[in-house]
């Protein structure tokens, strides 16, 4: 499948909250940028070995340009440190994308729950909801009210948002939202691992959709050894038990998509066409797990002794 990549311009700079900075991207020639739907989100090249993913929080029918918001992370690894005191309004960027691993499934009745910048791939959701005249609720909790980005956008909605300041009201009533729930109702969540924990905890199965910043910490498989045919390719390469499918299928001089290595972020989903994967990844519902039909290359590995994939 064939990805939009471009060098895109940043159209406009500004604070959606303390730390936050939403940037617009726009074509340099002012081309139509690919159509996304909520919950997408993109790829930024930053520099060498600097890539990250950002949400796409503007509007689906605005094809002009792409909104993305950035926390400012003191202890991150540099991506953010990167957006914030290094790209201005007129310089370019390498973008590729749009994919998408949260859409928003057609339901009549929504719960969502934001986590600081978990907002982003929220927020066009809710418009989304809004326009298809489905029944919904918002909880946005953050540290500080300061904190909370896009919240004037958010007033709009009136009682139908809860926000929420640790500081002032302390950790997320997730009952109030989660408790009793309708049994036509999803519950989309974004935001810290320990949030997405809780959720997941209190929300009945099937229902919950999450979308993560971090890996969620899995159970301890085993990692034998393990064969690789790439169809396309016409090879096979052998997986060592320390080595993932996504460096030996590189290894073998097959260039693949990837970014975060982490199974996040789901740039190197790949078409399994044989062959039963062992799910490690934090892409993934349960469904598509139990399909079988694509697996995430950098993290999961073989249940068996041979895959094929779409190589």
Known sequence: M???????????????????????LRHPLGED?????????????????????????????DRSA????????????GGSAHVH??????DKVRVRGPRNHFRLEDAPRYRFVAGGIGITPILPM???????????????????????????????YGDRVTVAPQDETGLLDLGSVLGDLPADTLVYCCGPGPLLDAVEERC????????????????????????????????TVTVAPDVSVLDAVRAAGVEVLFSCTEGTCGTCETDVLEGTPDHRDSVLTDAERESGETMMICVSRCRGRRLVLDL
């Open 2 to 24: 064939t990805v939009y990549e471009a060098e895109l311009v940043v159209g406009s700079r500004e604070f959606a909250a303390d730390g936050v900075l939403a940037l617009t």
């Open 33 to 61: 940028l690919p159509a996304w739907e909520p919950g997408a989100h993109v790829d930024v090249v930053l520099g060498p070995e600097l890539e990250r993913q950002y949400s796409l929080c503007g509007d689906p029918a």
């Open 66 to 77: 792409w909104r993305i918001a950035v926390l400012r992370e003191p202890a991150g690894r």
């Open 85 to 90: 005191e290094q790209l201005g309004v007129g």
């Open 126 to 156: 809710l418009a989304a909801a809004e326009a298809a005249g489905a029944e919904w609720t918002l909880l946005y909790g953050g540290r500080t009210r300061h904190s909370l980005a896009f919240t004037g956008e958010l007033a709009r």
């Open 204 to 235: 009945p199965a099937g229902r919950l959709r999450v979308e993560r910043f971090t890996p969620k910490a899995q159970e301890a498989g085993e990692n034998g050894a393990f064969e690789v045919e790439l169809a396309q390719s016409g090879r």
